[in-house]
């Protein structure tokens, strides 16, 4: 069983109710933003992250922009 010591969400700029994340577990700091805007909130909160996720996407056709 994993306890969880901290879990914070953060809006974030992108689509209607956007949500960064960032939590511990068992000791281990996680980030998780999903495909936004730069935010200076998430990434206070996130300082220090053992582990930083960002999802992004892109088409096939803004191979360039990934």
């Known amino acids: 069983m994993y306890s969880i010591d901290l ?3 953060v809006p974030v700029e992108h689509c209607f109710e956007s949500y960064g994340i960032v939590f511990i ?3 281990v700091k996680v980030l998780y933003s999903g495909d936004c805007r730069p935010s200076l909130f998430l990434e206070k909160i996130g300082q220090d992250a053992d582990i930083y996720i960002h999802e ?4 096939e056709t803004e191979g360039q922009r990934a």
């Open 56 to 59: 992004a996407t892109f088409s």
């Open 25 to 27: 577990i068992d000791g």
């Open 7 to 9: 879990l914070v969400t």
